[in-house]
């Protein structure tokens, strides 16, 4: 285990086995499709098989490795009818909660807003994948959990942990971030103004953008 393992490692197992294979997911490392060996990476990740399991079977609860069996686990893939229902179901959900959170934004939200940007753009700049998709994540989620609405907050949650894995294909591209950043700052700006009819216009063109670029990905993949 690297020195850098060692300083994050969560109390226990489980946390710390869960929180490397989402890391492995959303960066790439453990691409759509890869058929997860259980034996090396729990030699990898030095843990007994048992937490390695209990994080393979929340991670399938969430949508992120199947199960086949005589087979094995392997990380989710999705086709291009289910990215496209995936963001649309999320259109349809994340209008209700940014309309809902504009008429409830606090000054210190906006400001949480502000410092998630931030942590995007650093990642951006650095090309750091896995830092700019958590800030990425932060910055929406935030969002979300201000229209005061948990249970709906938690449906998008669960929809955004489908596509994790493929989030490292879009962020992968310079030209995909730089599109982000000046996307995110568009929203930002119109939530500052309460403007909720551009803040979801602007959040439209950002998911667009997204499912475009992946589903070019995906058709050259098939």
Same mark, same amino acid.
């Given at each position: 285990?690297?020195?850098? %393992?060692?300083?994050?490692?969560?109390?226990?197992?489980?946390?710390? #086995?869960?929180?490397?294979?989402?890391?492995?997911?959303?960066?790439?490392?453990?691409?759509?499709?890869?058929?997860?060996?259980? !034996?090396?990476?729990?030699?990898?990740?030095?843990?007994?098989?048992?937490?390695?399991?209990?994080?393979?079977?929340?991670?399938?609860? %969430?949508?992120?490795v199947t199960y086949k069996a005589h087979k094995g686990y392997c990380v989710a893939t999705l086709s291009l009818d289910d990215l496209r229902e995936v963001?649309?179901?999320?259109?349809?959900?994340?209008?209700?909660? $940014?309309?809902? &959170?504009?008429?409830?934004?606090? =000054?210190? =939200?906006?400001?949480?807003?502000?410092?998630?940007?931030? %942590? #995007?753009?650093?990642?951006?700049?650095?090309?750091? #994948?896995?830092?700019?998709?958590?800030?990425?994540?932060?910055?929406?989620?935030?969002?979300?959990?201000?229209?005061?609405?948990?249970?709906?907050?938690?449906?998008?949650?669960?929809?955004? =942990?489908?596509? !994790?894995?493929?989030?490292?294909?879009?962020?992968? !591209? @310079?030209?995909?971030?730089?599109?982000?950043?000046?996307?995110?700052? @568009?929203?930002?700006?119109?939530?500052?103004?309460?403007?909720?009819?551009? &803040? #979801? @216009?602007?959040?439209? $063109?950002?998911?667009?953008?997204?499912?475009?670029?992946?589903?070019?990905?995906?058709?050259?993949?098939?």
């Amino acid at each position: 285990m690297s020195p850098d %393992e060692a300083r994050r490692r969560p109390p226990t197992a489980q946390q710390f #086995v869960l929180g490397e294979l989402r890391r492995a997911i959303t960066t790439g490392r453990l691409r759509p499709g890869t058929p997860i060996r259980q !034996d090396a990476l729990a030699e990898e990740l030095q843990v007994s098989r048992v937490p390695l399991r209990e994080a393979l079977k929340t991670l399938e609860g %969430e949508g992120l490795v199947t199960y086949k069996a005589h087979k094995g686990y392997c990380v989710a893939t999705l086709s291009l009818d289910d990215l496209r229902e995936v963001y649309r179901i999320r259109e349809l959900l994340e209008e209700e909660a $940014v309309r809902r &959170a504009v008429d409830r934004l606090t =000054d210190a =939200d906006l400001d949480r807003l502000e410092a998630a940007q931030d %942590e #995007v753009e650093r990642a951006a700049a650095a090309g750091d #994948v896995l830092a700019m998709a958590t800030a990425n994540r932060l910055f929406h989620m935030t969002v979300f959990e201000c229209a005061g609405m948990p249970r709906l907050a938690r449906l998008i949650r669960t929809l955004w =942990d489908t596509t !994790d894995a493929y989030r490292s294909m879009y962020y992968g !591209d @310079a030209g995909n971030r730089e599109r982000v950043i000046k996307e995110h700052r @568009a929203t930002l700006d119109a939530l500052r103004r309460r403007a909720a009819d551009e &803040a #979801v @216009a602007t959040l439209d $063109v950002h998911r667009a953008h997204a499912v475009a670029e992946l589903e070019s990905l995906l058709g050259h993949a098939s």
